[in-house]
């Protein structure tokens, strides 16, 4: 990946454009912070800009799993390829990291699996997947407990749900997360906003008062239709160039950076 510029950026509670460039405007109040661009950079459309100034005060926090707040890439990978071992099929680790999504059904379509084996291609990703042991992401836990006082907190995932109540459990999250959507819960997936409309009637909240927070341009859509806001997270998958572009309300380079990011929104 291409290096940042050295330097540091200051970030405020509002932003006005200028040309291609977001500043602070001039005389705005409020506590400023700095940070380095290459930990935490904030992007917004005009019409994301224009929605921030009179949007509701965040109450709901709602997640991507995979990627976000598990490091199961190396995981998800091995299964994959593995998976097209089994299938007879030859796809190199570049043609899976530019076709990647997580609705897995747009991978086996770009990797010419006939839609009478999608079934068998599902069960051979899961036992793969099984054998591996993916970990949190750094930060994650740390962060979770931390928002947990000051939000509610919801969790979209394109994952099976056997799988990821079983990683929940493992990593002692059972009780963070006040709604959950799992893939087996809708036929439609990210980036369909249908997950998350399910997750805020779940929690009984309009989409004005959640963000969305992801690592995938598709996250970032399934908020935007939504009519939620999106925060967008530099993960472990080969998303980052299709990220930048899809129009978070912020990108960040870690985790770590959410509670701040949130209270700049």
Known sequence: MAGEQAGRIAVRPAFVQNSSRWHAPKGATGNSFEVPPTRFEAKR?????????????????VFDWDGTLLDSYHADKCAYEKMFESLGIQWSTRQLEKHYSPNWHRVYRAAGIPRSRWEEADRLWQRHYRSQNPALMPGARRVLERLLRHYRLGLVTSGNGARVRKQLRKFGFTRHFAACVFAEDLRRRKPHPAPLRLALQRLKVKPGVC?????????????????????????PFPNRTRLRAAGANALLRSLRELPRALRSL
């Open 45 to 61: 459309s005009s019409l994301a800009a224009q929605q921030s100034l009179r949007a509701a005060p965040v109450k709901v926090v």
């Open 211 to 235: 963000v969305y927070v992801g690592d995938s341009p598709a996250d970032v859509e399934m908020a935007r239709r939504t009519g939620a806001r999106a925060i967008g997270v530099f993960g």
